[in-house]
């Protein structure tokens, strides 16, 4: 990495070659060990979510998610020391057992990353604005010579 890192400069450039690691390759990175617990029964605290999960590996960090109010939101992140104590608590604890107060099984996955937060907004305004488009397109349509959309699929 730091043997081209600020020293070469390709033809046509005007600023040498920058070179980072992919965000695959970041080691050890919170967000390759933090999960996400669903479908936690809201009478639980961090202490039961401790003893549920430690069975395996260390737990760096547990955390119930609380409404303004300090009520449980019925979610928990749990984050290990390694990917893989992560990897086994997916593995034995996702749909294991439906909590008191709860309609479905626990679920228990990798926390979404700023990058997946990030792309499912961008997917969600690209879904609304095809929306609009569609509804504003089909509108203009109707409005000349009074074709629905039904007669214009004939054509």
Excluded at 26 to 46: H, Q, T
Excluded at 52 to 80: H, K, N, W, Y
Excluded at 107 to 136: G, W, Y
């Amino acid at each position: 990495q730091n043997a081209l890192h600020n020293i070469k400069t390709l033809p046509g450039m005007h600023h040498p070659i920058q070179m980072k690691p992919a965000d695959s390759e970041k080691s050890n990175a919170v967000e390759d060990r933090k999960l996400f617990i669903g479908m936690v029964s809201k009478k639980c605290n961090e202490n039961d979510i401790r003893v549920m999960f430690s069975p395996f590996g260390q737990i760096e960090e547990c955390r119930i998610l609380r409404g303004p109010d300090g009520l449980s939101r019925g979610c928990a992140f749990v984050t290990f020391s390694t990917r893989a104590m992560a990897q086994n608590a997916i593995k034995a604890m996702h749909q294991s057992q439906t909590m008191e107060g709860c309609s479905s099984p626990i679920v228990v996955k990798f926390a979404d990353t700023q990058k997946d937060k990030e792309q499912r907004r961008l997917q969600q305004q690209l879904a609304q604005q095809m929306q609009q488009l569609n509804t504003a397109t089909w509108g203009n349509l109707t409005g000349v010579g009074g074709l629905t959309p039904q007669y214009l699929a004939l054509l």
